[in-house]
């Protein structure tokens, strides 16, 4: 490409704003009216957290990176949620999007969020940018027949405005225990709930202990498909009661849920298997049978590697230090050799002297991987990935030892 691609921030200007929704509406297939509202009125972003891409002061590329706090450890983690990057398709495989993504890591570094995250089209062209893959989702595909019977089922009713209330104050309480979700303002549940064409929730005598979004949709085969939006139960009477509930969908052909990796949902199956797998009543070699199919989730990479490391919390009583050198072609700073060291589950670093040798060496995406619980550091190591010995990767894996990483849909961006 001969004319210079220039990178900036969303003027405040109508022609701006019209021009980000015109690349939305070519790139994502939604309306440009509805791009622009969006921009104008989002809970959770405005036009200040809008880059644009542009040559000869044509925008021919737009992106978001938004602050938000992301649970990990029990803590809340700093991080810019990257989302709605697009190209107008004139301008794609020139370097446009490579500019506008190096643009959102450097700004994410210079406002010290510990993470930059976001959800993939492609994983492999993000992991030039430093990105890995921080979480999976479990693809369920159930007939509600398969589904175990529970009497908490009677418990189950329709969503009433008046639920709001609690339904915020039962999520809040549980951030603390579920590694991946986002804060959320009362201002976006109110727009997610609006988003949700249905809602029920368990109610346990006044109190709202669960809930269950979701839409019905009538997929290619002409079945009737409830598609889980956002799934869940603070206690397993509230579970029992959801589950019960989706099982007694009489209407209903397939439920579909992109669940987190450690829901209990396959243990609440009469027959372990997925419906097409129940349907063919075939499986692989003797007696093997799907039950569900994993798909990748988020992305993330460390943009502030002190921040990343000292803002969650590790698993109580570890105690050491190990010396950490880091490569990160984008974020210089990242590459300072540094001293982590762990008392009682707590973190503190500080710049390593020059004569010190490291005792991890990788580069940020994969010590991203690992920091987030997603990777085993002794699985790095075996794969070449990860220069560490035994001992370091032992002690590594035993104080980070998180749970899976999961993003509500309600949050995904």
Known sequence: ?????????????????????????????????????????????????????????????????????????????????????????????????????????KKAAEKEYAFASL???????????????????????LSPKNIMDFEEKEMVRNFE??????????????????????????????KIINKWPKIVVFDNDGEIDGYLAYETVTNEEGQTVLKVKEFFAAEGEAFRGLIGYMSSKTDVDVIEYLAPPDTPLKHSLNQPRTID?????????????????????????????????????????????????????????????????????????????PNKAPQIETDVRIFTQILSGYLPAIDAQRLGLLKANEDTCSWLDKAVADSPLYIPSGDWF
């Open 1 to 105: 490409m001969s004319d210079l691609i220039t990178v900036r921030s969303l003027a405040i200007s109508k022609a701006d704003f019209e021009s980000f929704a015109h690349v939305q509406s070519v790139c994502f297939g939604v309306e440009e009216k509805e791009a622009y509202n969006t921009l104008m009125d989002n809970p959770r972003y405005n036009t200040s957290h809008v880059i644009a891409a542009e040559i000869n002061g044509k925008v021919i590329g737009v992106a978001i990176m938004f602050p938000a706090k992301l649970w990990l450890s029990g803590v809340p983690i700093d991080i810019g949620a990257i989302a709605r990057l697009g190209v107008l398709p004139d301008y794609r495989n020139q370097g446009v999007a490579s500019q506008m993504m190096e643009t959102l890591v």
């Open 119 to 141: 959800f993939p089209a492609s994983p492999q062209y993000y992991q030039k940018f430093g990105f890995g893959v921080v979480g999976d989702l479990h693809v369920y595909q």
């Open 161 to 190: 405005e008046s639920d709001l209330s609690t339904m915020r104050a039962m999520y809040k309480g549980q951030m603390t225990w579920h590694n991946g979700w986002l804060s959320r303002s009362d201002e976006w549940w109110n």
């Open 277 to 353: 797998e129940i349907d063919r009543g075939s499986g692989y070699g003797f007696n093997f049978y799907d039950l569900s199919h994993v798909t990748t989730g988020p992305m993330a990479r460390i943009t502030t590697l002190h921040i990343a490391l000292t803002k969650r919390f590790y698993a109580r009583h570890m105690q050491g230090q190990r010396i950490i050198k880091l490569t990160d072609p984008f974020i210089p700073e990242n590459e300072t050799t540094i001293i982590f060291r762990l008392v009682d589950g707590r973190a503190e670093s500080k710049i390593a002297t």
